[in-house]
């Protein structure tokens, strides 16, 4: 079992910068991806960044060059730093990791993907 906890939501101007952080409860070695989700009232919640543990990204179109996704496996960490905040960005934000691994000697694999709680952003104009 993953526990993710989320940092580092709130209130925020347009034009400025927020820096959300996401701990997970047990050692990364085995989360393959993590990263953040975003979700508005009625609306599905959509990709905003991944990252594997190999290091390569996945940025939703919306937040590219605006959004940087970095990770620290030794503090089983994951961040978002985003800067240029707009009015859309203003959502709940939920950190996501994804387990995948083989688990005998026949190759069954154990898949599961896990979700924090999630932290509010809200991005005034």
């Known amino acids: 079992q993953v526990q993710l906890v989320e940092s580092g939501g709130g209130l925020v101007q347009a034009g400025g910068s927020l820096r959300l952080s996401c701990t997970a409860s047990?050692?990364?070695?085995?989360?393959?991806?993590m990263g953040w989700y975003r979700q508005v009232p009625e609306k599905q919640r959509e990709l905003v960044a991944t990252?594997?543990?190999?290091?390569?990204?996945n940025y939703d179109d919306s937040v590219k060059g605006r959004f940087t996704i970095s990770r620290d496996n030794a503090l089983n960490t994951v961040y978002l730093q985003g800067n240029t905040l707009k009015p859309e960005d203003t959502a709940v934000y939920y950190c996501?990791?994804?387990?995948?691994?083989?688990?005998?000697?026949?190759?069954?694999?154990?898949?599961?993907?896990?979700w924090g709680q999630g932290t509010q952003v809200t991005v005034s104009s």
């Open positions: 996501y990791a994804h387990i995948r691994k083989v688990i005998n000697v026949e190759g069954a694999i154990y898949e599961r993907d896990y």
């Open positions: 047990r050692g990364s070695s085995s989360i393959n991806v």
């Open positions: 990252m594997t543990s190999g290091g390569s990204t």
